[in-house]
């Protein structure tokens, strides 16, 4: 029999944390596995940042535990197996004198990787701008490259962080194509989103944030769901 429990990539439990004496998680569960990509949805301040911080180890929960591949997160054992795509992805180094092609050699060279690249470009549609400075790409395109910067990491938990929120539609269709085809292949694809009618199409499901609390949202109340 398989063990269903080894697939348990992400697992939340009990989860509470206030900034100062203002509450922002309280009792918050949630699981992700191989294999699925969820929705994180939620009105501003519902706590979705917060949460990829306690996820990530930057923030330390009050109460309640967060469990990667089955390790606490706080023990930091699973840099390599993850992936992080920030809200503003790359935009703070924007002014930086550097191309893409050497923002990525540098990460390729890091990461020992080779020829890695390529496909991943024209998914993320930056092939052309490769000679670009980064202050010569719009915000969207900074986007791309932020996204870019996490996928060649190849990690087996991928977090994302809006990533929809400067591009445009048909890019933010192939992003989601892109993800589901991550989490296809055994990956796990944790997506914050404010719309989850873009997310629904490719999503597993879909878990509200709301006053600190986290319901399932069932797929038939997705189209209405959506922020
Ligand atoms: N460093 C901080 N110190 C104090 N309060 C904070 C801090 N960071 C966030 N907050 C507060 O915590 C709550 C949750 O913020 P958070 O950024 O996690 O929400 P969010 O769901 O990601 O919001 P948004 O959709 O606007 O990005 C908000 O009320 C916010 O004002």
């Known amino acids: 029999m398989p063990d269903v429990a080894s697939d348990v990539v992400l697992e939340v439990r009990g989860l509470s944390f206030s900034y100062e004496d203002v509450p922002v998680l309280c009792d918050l569960s949630l699981e992700a596995r191989a294999g699925q990509l969820v929705a994180l949805v939620g009105d501003n301040g519902a706590g979705k940042s917060t949460l990829m911080g306690l996820i ?10 967060i469990r990667l591949f089955g390790d606490d997160a706080s023990a930091h054992a699973h840099h390599a197996d993850i992936a992080y795509v920030a809200q503003d992805a790359v935009r703070s180094y924007r002014h930086f004198p550097t191309t893409v092609r050497e923002l990525l050699g540098v990460h390729l060279r890091h990461l020992k990787r080779r020829g890695a690249a390529d496909e991943l470009l024209d998914t993320v549609g ?3 701008h490769l000679s670009k400075a980064l202050s010569q790409l719009s915000g969207g395109q ?27 539609a048909r890019f ?20 914050i989103t404010h719309h989850l009618a873009e997310a629904a ?27």
Request: net charge positive; aromatic share 4%; with cysteine.
């Open 56 to 65: 990530l180890g930057s923030l330390r929960p009050q109460a309640g535990s």
């Open 126 to 128: 930056l092939r052309e």
């Open 142 to 168: 900074l986007q791309r490259v932020g996204l870019l910067l996490a996928l060649v990491r190849d990690a087996r938990l991928i977090l994302l962080d809006e990533p929809t929120a400067a591009v445009d």
């Open 172 to 191: 933010t269709d192939e992003l989601y194509r892109l993800l589901r085809r991550l989490a296809d292949e055994g990956r796990t694809v944790v997506v």
């Open 201 to 227: 199409p490719f999503a597993d499901r879909a878990v509200r944030l709301r006053a600190g609390a986290c319901a399932e949202i069932p797929p038939a109340q997705w189209k209405e769901a959506a922020l």
